[in-house]
């Protein structure tokens, strides 16, 4: 053999790019060709990455706010203090299981219970709110990659 073989790896571990097939398929099977939506290698760990980045975002955003809410009339006591901490470690928790579908739906009920810890400051209806669009977004994202 004097070159690689089409679908076989090069030495850089690369399947060798070469022309169709007659039948338009690269395996040669007759049938349509692959398409791609996104264009991206692997959809799925993209998404992943999105819904990950964006739970760790968060958590360090409510560890960060718990200490200018206290300094700018925030009167936050023990119990709303745990309830952020709790959040936060929940949302860490959930970044690294992305990978499982019912992480998703995990990460939407964050969301509403950080909406529903604004009963404790305002503050953190707000940060609820602006995670929950965030969420949205990255769910939106999340269905056009992946269909």
Not at 100 to 129: D, F, N
Request: hydrophobic share 50%; with cysteine; aromatic share 4%.
């Amino acid at each position: 053999m004097t070159g690689p073989v089409r679908g076989r790896p090069d030495a850089g571990g690369r399947p060798e790019e070469g022309p169709a097939t007659p039948g338009g398929s690269p395996t040669g099977a007759g049938g349509p060709p692959e398409q791609r939506r996104s264009g991206l290698r692997n959809p799925e760990k993209a998404v992943r990455g999105l819904g990950a980045g964006t739970l760790a975002l968060e958590a360090l955003v409510l560890l960060l706010a718990i200490q200018p809410i206290r300094l700018v009339g925030g009167h936050l006591n023990g119990v709303a203090i745990g309830v952020i901490v709790a959040l936060a470690v929940v949302c860490v928790v959930l970044a690294g299981q992305m990978g499982r579908g019912w992480a998703w739906y995990a990460g939407t009920v964050v969301q509403g219970l950080l909406m529903l810890s604004g009963l404790l400051h305002w503050s953190l209806l707000v940060l609820g709110v602006v995670f929950a669009l965030v969420w949205a977004y990255a769910l939106h994202v999340r269905r056009v990659i992946l269909g």
